[in-house]
């Protein structure tokens, strides 16, 4: 738990994205239809899509409450202000906007957010502080909300969901980087805006057994354990890439990553420490891997293991495949 010098905020600070439109080039405002916005999902998504224009700007409107304490002239919080944080890790775009009272008690505010296409890559993570002055000090953070909306410009669908991407590549005629490992039957990439699988089709019979769909018979039992194999080592990869690149607070507190690597973060934590909070949780894996943890880095491994052989399924494939071989076994002696 983290502890801050000042008074802060309780209670629920409310906001949504209301609408969106967007601007192509000398051509004027549309509205972005429902579909590519979901509450639900809290995701406005903004890639290509031939429904509607090559975009060039964005316009968001929000809306947001503020609770009646937070605005209470005897309160311990004055120049109380309400503000929304666009931010991007792959660009690392920042974009601060304030908003606006609408109300006469002004507890309910408003803003209209513009993005600009050409300043993201990815999925930008949207969030709103309340800031106030307090002691004297102003432009403390008083309160965030729990509420994250996300700004994708890649995907056609609200949804928070990234599917991993699988391409079979022949390693041997492919990049320079791909034919040093020509020998493997797999890499998986965390470099890209989401992590990716190369199969090495040179790799003799690897490519056959992957693209098999269904079937019975020791070459589907052999594909499921392969498959759970590769899922676990790609939770694995991803985890690592998560964790190396952290950013850290002030006072030393790691935060959640955005996109996919916070995403992965928030799977695999609750397998890692069943005992703790995800934020407990993010607070062990950084000191043992920046070394001011007593178990350390390599007791941390085990954790990363379990965690990653269970969300990739492989306990379970491997008891049906031990149960499927003895099944054929037993066929073949009868």
Same mark, same amino acid.
């Given at each position: 738990?983290? $502890?801050?010098?000042?008074?802060?905020?309780?209670?629920?600070?409310?906001?949504?994205?209301?609408?969106?439109?967007?601007?192509?080039?000398?051509?004027?405002?549309?509205? #972005?239809? +429902?579909?590519?916005?979901?509450? $639900?999902?809290?995701?406005?998504?903004?890639?290509?899509?031939?429904?509607?224009?090559?975009?060039?700007?964005?316009?968001?409107?929000?809306?947001?409450?503020?609770?009646?304490?937070?605005?209470?002239?005897?309160?311990? &919080?004055?120049? $109380?202000?309400?503000?929304?944080?666009?931010?991007?890790?792959?660009?690392?775009?920042?974009?601060?906007?304030?908003?606006?009272?609408?109300?006469?008690?002004?507890?309910?505010?408003?803003?209209?957010?513009?993005?600009?296409?050409?300043?993201?890559?990815?999925?930008? +993570?949207?969030?709103?502080?309340?800031?106030?002055?307090?002691?004297?000090?102003?432009?403390?953070?008083?309160?965030?909300?729990?509420?994250?909306?996300?700004?994708?410009?890649?995907?056609?669908?609200?949804?928070?969901?990234?599917?991993?991407?699988?391409?079979?590549?022949?390693?041997?005629?492919?990049?320079?980087?791909?034919?040093?490992?020509?020998?493997?039957? &797999?890499?998986?990439?965390?470099?890209?805006?989401?992590?990716? #699988?190369?199969?090495?089709?040179?790799?003799?019979?690897?490519?056959?057994?992957?693209? %098999?769909?269904?079937?019975?018979?020791?070459?589907?039992?052999?594909?499921?354990?392969?498959?759970?194999?590769?899922?676990?080592? $790609? &939770?694995?990869?991803?985890?690592?890439?998560?964790?190396?690149?952290?950013?850290?607070?002030?006072?030393?507190?790691?935060?959640?990553?955005?996109?996919?690597?916070?995403?992965?973060?928030?799977?695999?934590?609750?397998?890692?420490? %069943?005992?703790?909070?995800?934020?407990?949780?993010?607070?062990?894996?950084?000191?043992?891997?920046?070394?001011? +943890? %007593?178990?350390? &880095?390599?007791?941390?491994?085990?954790?990363?293991?379990?965690?990653?052989?269970?969300?990739?399924?492989?306990?379970?494939?491997?008891?049906?495949?031990?149960?499927?071989?003895?099944?054929?076994?037993?066929?073949?002696?009868?």
């Amino acid at each position: 738990m983290k $502890v801050y010098p000042y008074r802060r905020l309780t209670g629920n600070v409310s906001w949504r994205v209301d609408s969106a439109q967007l601007k192509a080039e000398g051509e004027p405002w549309e509205d #972005v239809e +429902s579909k590519y916005l979901s509450t $639900v999902e809290r995701v406005v998504a903004l890639g290509p899509d031939e429904d509607r224009p090559d975009w060039t700007q964005a316009r968001l409107r929000l809306s947001a409450g503020l609770p009646a304490k937070a605005l209470d002239p005897s309160g311990p &919080w004055q120049d $109380v202000k309400l503000v929304a944080v666009l931010a991007e890790r792959a660009t690392n775009t920042r974009t601060t906007l304030e908003f606006a009272a609408v109300s006469e008690d002004a507890r309910e505010r408003t803003a209209e957010l513009y993005v600009h296409r050409c300043d993201f890559l990815d999925r930008a +993570s949207l969030t709103v502080h309340v800031v106030a002055t307090v002691d004297g000090v102003p432009g403390r953070v008083i309160a965030t909300s729990d509420v994250e909306w996300f700004v994708d410009v890649i995907e056609t669908a609200p949804s928070l969901a990234r599917e991993l991407e699988v391409r079979m590549v022949n390693f041997a005629a492919g990049a320079s980087r791909l034919q040093r490992y020509k020998d493997s039957p &797999w890499l998986v990439d965390t470099t890209g805006r989401i992590p990716a #699988v190369r199969v090495n089709t040179d790799f003799d019979g690897l490519g056959d057994l992957m693209g %098999a769909d269904g079937g019975t018979g020791p070459e589907a039992t052999v594909r499921e354990l392969l498959l759970a194999q590769m899922c676990s080592e $790609v &939770w694995t990869a991803v985890f690592h890439s998560a964790v190396g690149d952290l950013e850290v607070e002030e006072d030393g507190t790691p935060v959640f990553p955005h996109g996919w690597q916070g995403e992965v973060l928030r799977e695999m934590l609750p397998d890692m420490y %069943a005992d703790r909070e995800p934020e407990q949780a993010l607070r062990a894996v950084h000191a043992a891997r920046t070394g001011s +943890s %007593a178990t350390g &880095w390599g007791e941390l491994q085990s954790r990363i293991h379990f965690a990653a052989s269970r969300r990739a399924g492989v306990p379970r494939t491997l008891s049906t495949t031990i149960r499927d071989l003895e099944r054929l076994t037993q066929g073949d002696d009868a």
